[in-house]
């Protein structure tokens, strides 16, 4: 049946992008449950955003705005973290979604950041610098023997047409075949997976199969950019084939 709510229940409204097209809408209720919304064309779903607003629901948290940047400085988000109002995880996932990403859209999926740099220590010392990855860095060049690599790169690109910039990176640091890559014992993820690959499991040696594995390769390959996605936090169940899924046999052994 029709989904209905009351405008008193609304508590945020995001404009979002659906398959790279600013076309979404994402509702979040007072109640935590959320929706999303997409609209055949940006002028619809401009208007109805617009609309709600004009309504002024009661609960609303911010006022209308159009960019990120707005939408951070009138959350306070910030101040909020600075002042350990809120935990990291609570400001990533709000800074993800002032960004327009969302749990909705594989294309725009939240982005967490690698934190540590150190799966081979028996144990940790948390208070010892060395076991974190540098953040003032992007992932790609915290291995720095790639800096020089990737500047050269930039530097040297020339599209003869024009119509591509100069780049560092030939892929991105998140899109839909690297949460899939995460999440793929996990359903539906499983299912989108197979259906990215051609209706069967990728080999096993390119999937997601250890952490201190996937984390070498960040560090080898200079084609590999991904950062993590928040279950990675909270969810270990992604880390488990409770499904029993036949994912085939690494090379070098289970």
Not at 41 to 65: G, Q, T, W
Not at 122 to 144: C, H, M, Q, S, W
Not at 153 to 180: C, E, R
Request: proline share 5%.
């Amino acid at each position: 049946g029709d989904c209905v709510w009351s405008l008193s229940q609304l508590r945020e409204v995001h404009l979002c992008r659906y398959n790279l097209r600013r076309t979404a809408l994402e509702l979040f209720l007072v109640d935590q449950t959320n929706y999303f919304l997409n609209f055949d064309r940006v002028k619809i779903r401009d208007m109805m955003y617009r609309k709600i607003f004009s309504l002024k629901p009661k609960n609303i948290i911010y006022a209308e705005v159009r960019s990120p940047a707005e939408l951070l400085q009138q959350s306070g988000l910030v101040k909020k973290w600075v002042r350990r109002e809120i935990s990291n995880f609570d400001y990533l996932m709000q800074l993800n979604t002032i960004a327009g990403r969302t749990y909705n859209d594989l294309s725009q999926y939240p982005v967490f950041p690698w934190i540590l740099k150190d799966y081979t220590s028996a144990t940790l010392d948390l208070k010892d610098e060395a076991v974190y990855r540098p953040l003032n860095r992007p992932i790609g060049v915290v291995n720095e023997e790639r800096i020089d690599e990737v500047q050269s790169k930039y530097q040297m690109f020339d599209d003869p047409s024009g119509m591509i910039d100069k780049f560092h990176y030939g892929t991105h640091y998140s899109n839909s075949a690297g949460v899939l890559h995460y999440l793929l014992r996990l359903e539906p993820f499983t299912t989108l997976h197979i259906q990215l690959q051609s209706g069967k499991f990728d080999v096993a040696d390119r999937q997601f199969s250890s952490i201190p594995k996937s984390w070498e390769t960040l560090m080898a390959n200079p084609n590999d950019v991904k950062e993590l996605i928040p279950e990675f936090f909270y969810l270990p169940d992604f880390l488990e084939n409770v499904n029993r899924f036949d994912l085939g046999h690494l090379q070098s052994g289970p």
